[in-house]
């Protein structure tokens, strides 16, 4: 495990698990949360694998921290300083999976949507406060959620401060998995054992074709003609038939 001043960082050959780590503050998001998240985002840039993020104590993290809010001004905003990081988690080149328990608001509901999967215990909450500070929900709420469970479930949580619960979560698509309250991470983890069995390649391209904006055929078709190339799939296939047959 490697201990970083806001996060816990443990790697795997196939993973790599981040705990976010400020409990007496529910995990808020500050600076130094920010400048560690781009450190294991460089680490998975030069080695792609899985990326797994919790929370420490109760709460996945229960917003950005306000103490540093209140300091920043327009310069700060126009930098994008949480909103940076999270478009960088989200073009991570393998699945990212987010397990929440408690409360996701805020900065840490925006890094929840930033992860190509989400699975939450019973109990978890998703919300957009920022409004209600005098501020919007500018670290990719706006965009982000309203792909994830369309515009009229966005604007009711971020224009009507509506919080999500797990089940509901669930319900609209936000999360893959409504699970026991504390198996968040277990669930993830069990998640993340199913996306190692499948083909590295093909998962990491996958991703990027889901992700291209627009109607895109031909880049689907580059990215398979690279697959029907790789060993991989003729191994994978060769096993398929020869277990069809035997």
Do not use: W
């Not at 500070?133 to 469970?149: F, K």
């Not at 619960?165 to 993830?188: F, P, R, S, W, Y």
């Amino acid at each position: 495990m490697t201990a970083q001043s806001t996060v816990r960082v443990v790697e795997a050959d196939d993973r790599v698990v981040v705990e976010l780590h400020r409990p007496a503050h529910r995990n808020a998001i500050n600076g130094a949360m920010v400048a560690d998240l781009h450190a294991v985002c460089t680490l998975l840039e030069q080695r792609p694998r899985l990326l797994i993020v919790t929370g420490a104590g109760t709460d996945f993290a229960a917003g950005a921290d306000i103490s540093e809010l209140l300091a920043r001004g327009r310069n700060e905003a126009l930098a994008g300083i949480n909103r940076s990081v999270f478009d960088r988690i989200a073009a991570l080149p393998m699945p990212t999976i987010a397990a929440v328990e408690g409360n996701a608001l805020g900065g840490g509901a925006e890094l929840a949507y930033a992860c190509d999967l989400r699975i939450a215990g019973i109990g978890a909450r998703f919300g957009n406060p920022e409004p209600g500070l005098g501020i919007l929900a500018a670290a990719g709420a706006s965009y982000r959620l309203t792909e994830l469970v369309g515009k009229s479930i966005a604007k009711q949580v971020i224009l009507g401060g509506r919080v999500l619960d797990a089940e509901v979560a669930l319900h609209c698509g936000l999360v893959a998995e409504a699970v026991e309250k504390g198996t968040a991470l277990q669930a993830a983890y069990a998640l993340a054992d199913r996306i190692t069995r499948l083909s590295p390649l093909a998962v990491r391209l996958s991703k990027a074709v889901i992700d291209a904006a627009g109607a895109h055929p031909l880049l689907d078709d580059f990215a398979q003609a690279v697959l029907f190339e790789s060993p991989d799939k003729v191994e994978r296939m060769t096993r398929f038939l020869e277990k069809r047959t035997s």
